[in-house]
C-alpha cells in the first residue's frame, strides 16, 4: 500500500472511521512485540500506566469504557501505531488456525464493521498488497506464540468475517502444537 507522509492508507481510513476497533479488542501480543511497544514508549516519553494485561494470553490493557490505552481518545489515533501489535498492522486481515487439515484460514472483516475493509476490497492491488504484508506479520505472531496462547485465542469467535484464503502452517508451528 502507497505511503502518505508515512502514513499508510489505512491510518488515513482508521483514523476518520467512526466504529473503534481500539475498543473492545484485545489484540494478541509476543513478549518480543511487548519490548517493542515498552522501547518505544520510553523513548517518547509517553507514560501509561500497566499498559499490559494478561488473562489466556497478553494483550494491551483496557480503560474502564474498554478502550484499548494505546489508544488517545484525544487524537482519535493509536499512541504507538509504528509499533503496534501485527493484529493491529494485519486488520481488517484477521485469522484461525485449522488444527485438523493443519491450516492458518485467512478472514477479512465484514464492511459493517470496518470501514477500511470496503475501501481494500473495492481495490484490488492494494488488497493483494496488504494481504501479503497482513499474512506475513500474523504468521510471525502465530508462531512467536506459545501454543496455550494461540490456543486460547483461536477459540475467540469472529462472526463478522469471511474466509478469504488459507496456507499450510509452518512446520515449526505444527510441531510446537504437536499435530
Known amino acids: 500500500m502507497a505511503e502518505d507522509n508515512g502514513k499508510t492508507c489505512s491510518f488515513n481510513v482508521c483514523s476518520q472511521c467512526r466504529l473503534i476497533c481500539c475498543q473492545d479488542a484485545k489484540p494478541p501480543l509476543t513478549r518480543k512485540r511487548q519490548k517493542i511497544i515498552e522501547k518505544y514508549l520510553k523513548e517518547h516519553k509517553i507514560h501509561i500506566d500497566q499498559p499490559f494485561a494478561k488473562e489466556a494470553y497478553c494483550h494491551p490493557a483496557a480503560d474502564q469504557r474498554l478502550f484499548c490505552r ?101 512446520a515449526e508451528l505444527v510441531e510446537k502444537l504437536g499435530l
Do not use: M
Open 70 to 170: 494505546l489508544f488517545s481518545k484525544q487524537t482519535g489515533k493509536c499512541l504507538v501505531h509504528s509499533v503496534k501489535p501485527e493484529t493491529c498492522v494485519a486488520g481488517p486481515v484477521t485469522f484461525d488456525v485449522n488444527f485438523s487439515t493443519k491450516k492458518i484460514e485467512w478472514f477479512l472483516k465484514k464492511s459493517a464493521i470496518c470501514a477500511f475493509a470496503q475501501t481494500l476490497y473495492e481495490d484490488k492491488a492494494a488488497f493483494k498488497e496488504h494481504f501479503e504484508i497482513a499474512k506475513a506479520q500474523l504468521t510471525r505472531l502465530i508462531c512467536e506464540l506459545d501454543a496455550e496462547e494461540l490456543r486460547a485465542i483461536v477459540k475467540i469467535e469472529e462472526p463478522q468475517t469471511f474466509k478469504i484464503g488459507e496456507d499450510d502452517l509452518p
